[in-house]
């Protein structure tokens, strides 16, 4: 036996120097030996327990994650909250305790904020690790035992049935008509059947029947087989590798905050250092220049922004939230805002991921099937509108009843899941759709023989006991429609007689149904002579070739119910949707047309894209709206090369292929129902209900987010620039500084929360998704933008200087004129917040009472300002005194004047930020 190295790691099987063979090459009994196992024992329980402390347990390594104390302290990791942190470092050394206390208090709510959210994530992870853990059935020294999956070893001999999770890669050694959906592992929507049989080298992944992968599922059948490998060392294992070495991207909010936080930081770290410069020029005190120095940066920094991104993101989690998406990382509210391309699977995502039969074609008539998914709701409809009548159809009834009885697909519980092939399920609802009822269908025909569908047969056929005729049984066969035209030599008419097969006309008519993307399986049946026994009549039937052809089933997986919608809804708003599927170029076409998809874009396959390189291949991918039949890596290509080409790229996903394009992506968006936990650990986001139509949904809700976000950021940047530059132009001219660094925290903070939270809020506005998309390259201060600030900024600037000064002329103290230019700035934000609830709309057209909050936030404020302006003890905090009504109308009117003029901006520049 090839033995690892001691030195393995967990859950991996090392290599020796020489090139094994892979197992799907070589004989079940082979496979055995170099695993050292026995095909009727297994391994013993002595040699599994070395085996498992050699090559650790069957899991796969959990990525490297901080423990709390990092991720605590990452919430200070920012430029703004360095230079925040700075000054109350600055300010506790010069002995006022009270402005550092209340700097220190700032930063700590935004950090708890940020670090309880991240806990919560990584809570949520874990739960979904521990529900993910199975069971599996393995032979130890000759005997069944059940094992948790994480403790199998290579060389361990599992047993799988129908509805077994396979928990590890495993080689067949035994097979009685098995079937696995391997569409979790490939993509592919339709169960594989399964053999022994040795296969070439070169059989792709795919292809390789003889082996069962961690992470698929059984559908029907049994089967006994060998693990070859566990942990890091499976296709599951191997595509986890992808998923770490996909570097995830900053998405475009973080990005635009990161270089806005750049350019702020540096512009107050020189206005600051100017302003002390110019101090000391003036031969102005080293200490007093020294706390204007420091009062700037306080006044410039706006300290409510890192917390208000963060509990505005966490509103729009809520909301998305329940609208069915669940937010995993809270930028990528944001980004789903910015997406510019979706790529999206197919199996699950746009379809209900549920066959359904759509036409019954006879040798007569063509059938039409209604309705949709597992529930018996619709009818059979034909070609003149009117319900088929079974009565009036033998060909019809007989099909319904081969599909019915030739089946081996159960519902469990209210239907909402089938065991056994999902082909199979969509015959069992034709029926009951039809009125035959398939559970009467089998208790009229019992079974008494048959004979399972086999790769190399192409059909299943079944013996049934007639209640109508005790000498005769009845074979019902279904298959693919090119094998049974060559067994059956006859074809049903609607009158029920039989005339000789058209199997020309039956196979041009299969061609044209699978051209439209449908599956199609052909049924038939015959009657013979209850003499033998049935295995032997049975037998004899189908090799005599004299079935009689009764029509075929086309099905296929249906598209959503909203997916039509929410794909038009994407277009309209400049989002190009691209499916990418491991399904057939010709099926994942046809559902694209269906949805609205393809009507302007090729279809690529796997094949096509590895024969284009650089330039030829980047420019394939922006034509294309179809991707069939792809592998991991290049669904991985497909995303870098449409981010190299300036997109936002949004992939959705449920399966392990998915997991290393879900990382790279701005967003990846998980299936919470069909999604694997490799797909949910590697997502931004997670669609409860496995919708496309409720990423729209969020896509929407993302595009308000970040309207909300900018419009905090128009409203508070004119409040800090004009704070810091009436500071500067005090020491410039040599002024009495208007406000001290704690009357300007009251306003940043006090502002922040009573007022600019309450643009969180906001309803969405009319139209948001017939806009086109964010230039992920746009700038977050754009020019419109820096102009709406510096004239806010100035106004505030001149209003503020001229108020002081005139209060301070008329006698009133210092404290009585800085309480005036304080209250002054509130009130011009205050009003200026009414402006900010919409970039373009006037204030009348946006509703004075569509957003509550906003009210509430007033007059929390004006409160606020009342107790700051009368209340003896924030007098004694905040260095303030009470003011007389005359102040008061001054600061009202000068308020007043800067409202008028920002609306009157507005109207004449038509801004869009």
């Given at each position: 036996?090839?033995?690892?190295?001691?030195?393995?790691?967990?859950?991996?099987?090392?290599?020796?120097?020489?090139?094994?063979?892979?197992?799907?090459?070589?004989?079940?009994?082979?496979?055995?030996?170099?695993?050292?196992?026995?095909l009727?024992?297994?391994?013993?329980?002595?040699?599994?327990r070395?085996?498992?402390?050699?090559?650790?347990p069957?899991?796969?390594p959990?990525?490297?994650?901080?423990?709390?104390?990092?991720?605590?302290?990452?919430?200070?990791?920012?430029?703004?909250i360095?230079?925040?942190?700075?000054?109350?470092?600055?300010?506790?050394?010069?002995?006022?305790?009270?402005?550092?206390?209340?700097?220190?208090?700032?930063?700590?709510?935004?950090?708890?904020?940020?670090?309880?959210?991240?806990?919560?994530?990584?809570?949520?992870?874990?739960?979904?690790?521990?529900?993910?853990?199975?069971?599996?059935?393995?032979?130890?020294?000759?005997?069944?035992?059940?094992?948790?999956?994480?403790?199998?070893?290579?060389?361990?001999?599992?047993?799988?049935?129908?509805?077994?999770?396979?928990?590890?890669?495993?080689?067949?050694?035994?097979?009685?008509?098995?079937?696995?959906d391997?569409?979790?592992?490939?993509?592919?929507?339709?169960?594989?059947?399964?053999?022994?049989?040795?296969?070439?080298?070169?059989?792709?992944?795919?292809?390789?029947?003889?082996?069962?992968?961690s992470?698929?599922?059984?559908?029907?059948?049994?089967?006994t087989?060998?693990?070859?490998?566990?942990?890091?060392?499976?296709?599951?294992?191997?595509?986890?590798?992808?998923?770490t070495?996909a570097?995830?991207?900053?998405?475009?909010?973080?990005?635009?905050?990161?270089?806005?936080?750049?350019?702020?930081?540096?512009?107050?770290?020189?206005?600051?250092?100017?302003?002390f410069?110019?101090?000391?020029?003036?031969?102005?005190?080293?200490?007093?220049?020294?706390?204007?120095?420091?009062?700037?940066?306080?006044?410039?920094?706006?300290?409510?922004?890192?917390?208000?991104?963060?509990?505005?993101?966490?509103?729009?989690?809520?909301?998305?939230?329940?609208?069915?998406?669940?937010?995993?990382?809270?930028?990528a509210?944001?980004?789903?805002?910015?997406?510019t391309?979706?790529?999206?699977?197919?199996?699950?995502?746009?379809?209900?991921?549920?066959?359904t039969?759509?036409?019954?074609?006879?040798?007569?008539?063509?059938?039409?099937?209604?309705?949709?998914?597992?529930?018996?709701?619709?009818?059979?409809?034909?070609?003149?509108?009117?319900?088929a009548?079974l009565?009036?159809?033998?060909?019809?009834?007989?099909s319904?009843?081969?599909?019915?009885?030739?089946?081996?697909?159960?519902?469990?519980?209210?239907?909402?899941?089938?065991?056994?092939?999902?082909?199979?399920?969509?015959?069992?609802?034709?029926?009951?759709?039809?009125?035959?009822?398939?559970?009467h269908?089998?208790?009229r025909?019992?079974r008494?023989?048959?004979?399972?569908?086999?790769?190399?047969?192409?059909?299943?056929?079944?013996?049934?006991?007639?209640?109508?005729?005790?000498?005769?049984?009845?074979?019902?066969?279904?298959?693919?429609?090119?094998?049974?035209?060559?067994?059956?030599?006859?074809?049903?008419?609607?009158?029920?007689?039989?005339?000789?097969?058209?199997?020309?006309?039956?196979?041009?008519?299969?061609?044209?149904?699978?051209g439209?993307?449908?599956?199609?399986?052909?049924?038939?049946?015959?009657?013979?002579?209850?003499?033998?026994?049935p295995?032997?009549?049975?037998?004899?039937?189908?090799?005599?070739?004299?079935?009689?052809?009764?029509?075929?089933?086309?099905?296929?997986?249906?598209?959503?119910?909203g997916?039509?919608?929410?794909?038009?809804?994407?277009?309209?708003?400049?989002?190009?949707?691209?499916?990418?599927?491991?399904?057939?170029?010709?099926?994942?076409?046809?559902?694209?047309?269906?949805?609205?998809?393809?009507?302007?874009?090729?279809?690529?396959?796997?094949?096509?894209l590895?024969?284009?390189?650089?330039?030829?291949?980047s420019?394939?991918?922006?034509?294309?709206?179809?991707?069939?039949?792809?592998?991991?890596?290049?669904?991985?290509?497909?995303?870098?090369?449409?981010?190299?080409?300036r997109?936002?790229?949004?992939?959705?996903?449920?399966g392990?292929?998915?997991?290393?394009?879900?990382?790279?992506?701005?967003?990846?968006?998980?299936?919470?129902?069909?999604?694997?936990?490799?797909?949910?650990?590697?997502?931004?986001?997670?669609?409860?209900?496995?919708?496309?139509?409720?990423?729209?949904?969020?896509?929407?809700?993302?595009?308000?987010?970040?309207?909300?976000?900018t419009?905090?950021?128009?409203?508070?940047?004119?409040?800090?620039?004009?704070?810091?530059?009436v500071?500067?132009?005090?020491?410039?001219?040599?002024?009495?500084?208007?406000?001290?660094?704690?009357?300007?925290?009251?306003?940043?903070?006090?502002?922040a929360?009573?007022?600019?939270?309450?643009?969180?809020?906001?309803?969405?506005?009319?139209?948001?998704?017939?806009?086109?998309?964010?230039?992920?390259?746009?700038?977050l201060?754009?020019?419109?933008?820096?102009?709406?600030?510096?004239?806010?900024?100035?106004?505030?600037?001149?209003?503020a200087?001229?108020?002081?000064?005139?209060?301070?002329?008329?006698?009133?103290?210092?404290?009585?004129?800085?309480?005036?230019?304080?209250?002054?700035?509130?009130?011009v934000?205050?009003?200026?917040?009414?402006?900010?609830?919409?970039?373009?709309?006037?204030?009348?057209?946006?509703?004075?009472f569509?957003?509550?909050?906003?009210?509430?936030?007033?007059?929390?404020?004006?409160?606020?300002?009342?107790?700051?302006?009368?209340?003896?003890?924030?007098?004694r905090?905040?260095?303030?005194?009470p003011?007389?009504?005359?102040?008061?109308?001054?600061?009202?009117?000068?308020?007043?004047?800067?409202?008028?003029?920002?609306?009157?901006?507005?109207?004449?520049?038509?801004?869009?930020?």
């Amino acid at each position: 036996m090839d033995r690892p190295r001691k030195d393995a790691g967990p859950g991996t099987v090392a290599r020796a120097d020489a090139p094994r063979p892979a197992p799907h090459e070589l004989a079940p009994h082979e496979v055995v030996l170099i695993h050292g196992s026995d095909l009727d024992r297994g391994l013993d329980e002595h040699e599994a327990r070395d085996r498992l402390e050699r090559y650790g347990p069957n899991v796969l390594p959990r990525a490297d994650t901080a423990g709390w104390p990092v991720r605590w302290l990452r919430q200070f990791h920012h430029p703004l909250i360095y230079i925040l942190l700075a000054s109350a470092a600055i300010t506790l050394l010069l002995g006022d305790l009270v402005d550092s206390a209340v700097i220190l208090a700032v930063l700590l709510v935004n950090a708890v904020v940020g670090f309880v959210q991240e806990s919560r994530a990584e809570a949520a992870l874990d739960e979904l690790r521990a529900m993910a853990r199975t069971r599996a059935r393995v032979v130890r020294g000759g005997r069944v035992a059940e094992v948790p999956s994480e403790e199998l070893v290579p060389g361990d001999l599992v047993l799988l049935e129908a509805g077994d999770k396979v928990p590890a890669d495993l080689r067949l050694v035994r097979v009685a008509e098995l079937c696995a959906d391997e569409s979790a592992l490939t993509g592919e929507s339709v169960p594989v059947a399964k053999d022994e049989v040795v296969l070439p080298q070169a059989t792709p992944v795919t292809d390789r029947r003889n082996m069962v992968y961690s992470g698929t599922v059984i559908t029907s059948g049994t089967a006994t087989g060998i693990v070859v490998a566990t942990g890091a060392e499976t296709e599951l294992g191997r595509i986890h590798r992808f998923v770490t070495e996909a570097e995830p991207l900053a998405t475009p909010l973080t990005r635009k905050i990161a270089r806005f936080s750049a350019i702020l930081t540096a512009a107050i770290l020189a206005l600051s250092a100017l302003t002390f410069a110019v101090g000391m020029v003036r031969g102005e005190p080293v200490k007093e220049t020294f706390i204007a120095a420091v009062a700037l940066a306080v006044a410039a920094i706006p300290e409510g922004l890192p917390a208000v991104v963060t509990i505005t993101l966490a509103i729009g989690v809520s909301r998305m939230a329940a609208r069915r998406a669940v937010i995993r990382r809270l930028p990528a509210v944001e980004t789903l805002g910015s997406t510019t391309v979706i790529c999206t699977d197919k199996t699950g995502t746009l379809t209900e991921n549920r066959m359904t039969v759509r036409v019954i074609r006879t040798p007569d008539r063509t059938v039409t099937v209604t309705g949709a998914g597992y529930a018996p709701v619709g009818e059979l409809v034909d070609e003149d509108g009117r319900r088929a009548d079974l009565g009036e159809d033998a060909a019809l009834r007989w099909s319904l009843l081969a599909g019915a009885c030739c089946n081996d697909a159960a519902f469990l519980g209210d239907r909402a899941s089938v065991a056994g092939d999902p082909t199979e399920a969509a015959m069992l609802v034709a029926a009951d759709k039809a009125g035959l009822g398939h559970e009467h269908a089998r208790a009229r025909f019992p079974r008494i023989a048959e004979q399972p569908f086999r790769p190399e047969r192409r059909y299943m056929a079944t013996l049934h006991e007639t209640p109508d005729r005790p000498g005769e049984w009845i074979v019902f066969v279904k298959g693919a429609t090119e094998r049974l035209v060559r067994m059956c030599a006859w074809e049903m008419t609607a009158g029920g007689e039989c005339r000789p097969l058209d199997a020309g006309a039956a196979l041009r008519s299969a061609e044209e149904l699978a051209g439209q993307g449908l599956r199609v399986l052909a049924t038939a049946m015959c009657r013979v002579p209850a003499t033998a026994g049935p295995e032997e009549s049975l037998d004899a039937a189908l090799r005599a070739g004299t079935l009689v052809f009764t029509g075929m089933q086309a099905m296929l997986d249906p598209p959503r119910p909203g997916a039509v919608r929410a794909v038009r809804a994407c277009r309209d708003a400049g989002i190009s949707v691209k499916m990418i599927t491991g399904d057939h170029a010709t099926t994942a076409a046809a559902v694209a047309r269906r949805i609205g998809i393809l009507p302007g874009g090729d279809v690529l396959t796997g094949e096509d894209l590895a024969r284009l390189t650089g330039p030829e291949f980047s420019a394939a991918v922006e034509r294309a709206a179809v991707f069939a039949r792809v592998s991991p890596e290049q669904k991985l290509r497909l995303v870098v090369a449409l981010q190299e080409r300036r997109h936002v790229v949004a992939m959705t996903g449920d399966g392990v292929n998915d997991a290393p394009a879900l990382r790279r992506a701005d967003i990846g968006i998980a299936m919470g129902r069909s999604g694997t936990e490799v797909a949910k650990d590697a997502a931004d986001m997670v669609l409860t209900d496995d919708d496309f139509a409720s990423i729209e949904a969020a896509a929407e809700e993302g595009r308000g987010v970040f309207d909300n976000l900018t419009k905090f950021i128009v409203w508070t940047l004119p409040t800090n620039a004009g704070q810091g530059l009436v500071i500067l132009v005090a020491i410039l001219f040599g002024l009495t500084l208007p406000m001290l660094p704690l009357q300007v925290l009251w306003i940043n903070m006090i502002t922040a929360v009573t007022l600019g939270l309450t643009l969180a809020f906001e309803p969405k506005e009319p139209g948001i998704m017939r806009r086109p998309p964010r230039d992920p390259g746009r700038p977050l201060l754009t020019g419109a933008l820096v102009v709406r600030i510096l004239l806010v900024a100035g106004l505030m600037i001149a209003g503020a200087l001229w108020l002081f000064e005139w209060e301070l002329r008329r006698g009133a103290g210092l404290a009585e004129a800085r309480t005036a230019a304080v209250n002054l700035f509130v009130m011009v934000e205050l009003c200026y917040l009414f402006n900010c609830r919409s970039l373009t709309l006037p204030v009348w057209r946006v509703g004075l009472f569509s957003n509550g909050w906003s009210l509430a936030g007033v007059a929390a404020q004006i409160l606020a300002q009342l107790a700051l302006t009368y209340l003896p003890v924030m007098n004694r905090l905040f260095h303030t005194a009470p003011i007389g009504l005359d102040a008061w109308l001054r600061v009202l009117a000068l308020a007043g004047a800067a409202t008028l003029i920002v609306a009157v901006d507005k109207r004449l520049r038509g801004m869009h930020l």
